[in-house]
């Protein structure tokens, strides 16, 4: 048993919370917070004598992202009852889908170091969010309904993943979809995006297998592909010791960095499913599908490569650009601004960028604006400012605001490109630093490096960096 090798068996249900204005039955608010127990009515309470209303756009939603994941929308859909009982579910039963999910048999590519892979989706179904239990220290426990209600797709993969990473890239990539077509604000701190992972490991030789372990209610990405990692581990450790896993559902403990025995597995006979009784069946027609489709943004993957194509950047950095929709549109924005693809990719992702994960900020709160930052582009292409001068004036704009040709005034950051005044600098700093002029006859190329330097100094920054280069090596030549 110790010499078998393993290969690990992925799949992942994730929880989004779609981003209606209303919730899944009733015409309570989806908006997060709120006083506790205020966002709620008779109806997401489930109490006696009340009816449920479908929020068509939510059935909208789900259908988009069916749609954006390749899946093929049913004609013919209905809802169903869930029955268990936990105390942040009022009614002791859920409305969601059983036998007639909205969408089936989908698919993405995902990219890793591996390689591409394409990933099955097994099923997209829509279903209503429970409450939310409130612990305290005392260990009593309080309940806020106000989430009860509020609209959710759930979305099951086939077990295609092998490893964290593919887990990892399929979740990044799942998160960049859903908020590109706006069906949900994907904010996993206020629960708007829950993950749940199965695990199991297979002998190679597909003749030994553990049982499915779920891990419930991943708080992040991280968190997701941490479970995995230690999931496998403790599947092979107690095949290898000749014992298997229990079909059991487990918490991740961040702290401790490892999964703990939560319960046993439910089998879907334990829901006891049945057709919702007071939601009549619905259909859903070739037209109607056609205009959801037609509402689509185009998708990151196709605007990656259209990135690469029509701006001559890198893979990786398009990639980047387009891992947020919002990200993206900056791009474009500052591109149409700039007119140079490079050099506007360069200045998001080498200073931008940097500067937001530092300071742990979103685009939306900058304090200069996209054509503010496409003039300081400019300047540095029309050769006004030399990269040293415009990054000083980058920290200006991001850590004040303000205009950026009032900024390179007021520090005097103009760049000259006058060859005659260069020319006499390169002059009197070669006249100054003869030990440097030989060094660099005798082959020592650092030197000249160093004389650039001089030169940019005496110059205070100014000085057209490609003009000096050049008026440098020509007067060199000539001694």
């Known amino acids: 048993m110790s010499e078998m090798k393993f290969k690990t068996l992925v799949g992942l249900e994730i929880h989004a919370e779609l981003a209606t204005a209303s919730k899944m039955f009733c015409g309570c608010t989806t908006t997060y917070g709120g006083d506790v127990n205020t966002h709620c009515c008779p109806i997401c309470l489930g109490l006696p004598g009340t009816l449920p209303v479908v929020n068509k756009r939510a059935i909208e939603f789900a259908i988009q992202t069916g749609l954006a994941f390749n899946a093929k ?3 013919k859909s209905k809802m169903d009852r869930k029955n268990y009982f936990y105390p942040d579910l009022v009614k002791a039963f859920q409305i969601s889908q059983y036998d007639m999910p909205l969408c089936e048999h989908g698919h993405v590519d995902i990219e890793t170091a591996s ?9 997209i179904h829509i279903e209503e969010d429970t409450g939310k239990s409130l612990h305290a220290e005392d260990g009593s426990s309080l309940l806020d309904y106000n989430r009860c209600g509020v609209p959710l797709i759930e979305i099951v993969t086939l077990p295609d993943m092998s490893s964290a990473e593919e887990a990892g890239a399929f979740l990044e ?8 077509i706006e069906v949900s604000d994907c904010k996993m701190e206020q629960g708007s995006l ?7 490991v297979v002998s190679e030789d597909g003749t030994v297998k553990s049982n499915i372990a779920e891990i419930k209610n991943l708080n992040s990405f991280k968190a997701a592909m941490k479970a995995i990692e230690f999931e496998t581990k403790r599947h092979i450790e107690l095949l290898e010791r000749g014992e298997n896993t229990l079909k059991e559902t487990r918490r991740w403990d961040d702290a401790k960095n490892e999964t703990f025995h939560m319960r046993t597995k439910e089998f ?3 829901y006891r499913y049945f057709p919702e009784p007071d939601i009549v069946d619905f259909e859903i027609d070739a037209d109607w599908i056609e205009r959801l489709e037609l509402e689509l943004p185009e998708l990151p993957e196709a ?6 194509s029509a701006y001559g950047i890198p893979e990786y950095d398009a990639g980047v650009l387009t891992s947020t929709r919002q990200m993206a549109d900056y791009f474009e924005t500052l591109v149409n601004s700039v007119g140079d693809g490079k050099l506007a990719s360069n200045w998001i992702m080498t200073e931008l960028m940097r500067r937001l994960k530092d300071e742990g900020l979103e685009l939306g709160a900058l304090r200069f604006t996209v054509e503010q930052f496409a003039e300081l582009i400019a300047m540095v292409k029309d050769g006004t400012l030399n990269q040293n001068a415009a990054k000083k004036v980058f920290r200006r704009l991001f850590e004040e605001g303000g205009e950026p040709k009032a900024i390179v005034e007021a520090e005097g950051l103009v760049q000259t490109s006058d060859t005659g005044l260069i020319k006499d600098t390169v002059d009197s700093v070669l006249s100054a630093n003869p030990q440097s002029v030989e060094d660099y006859k005798n082959g020592k190329d650092r030197a000249f490096g160093f004389l650039v330097g001089q030169v ?3 110059s205070k920054g100014k000085a057209n960096p490609q003009v000096v280069n050049e008026l ?7 001694l």
């Open 73 to 75: 929308i049913a004609k």
């Open 115 to 123: 390689g591409k892979k394409r990933i099955g989706i097994e099923r």
């Open 173 to 180: 990539l799942l998160k960049s979809t859903l908020e590109y």
């Open 194 to 200: 829950r993950c749940d992972v199965n695990v199991n």
């Open 268 to 270: 879907v006979q334990d």
């Open 303 to 308: 605007r990656k490569h259209r990135f690469i």
């Open 456 to 458: 940019m100094k005496a």
């Open 472 to 478: 440098l090596a020509e007067a060199l030549k000539n």
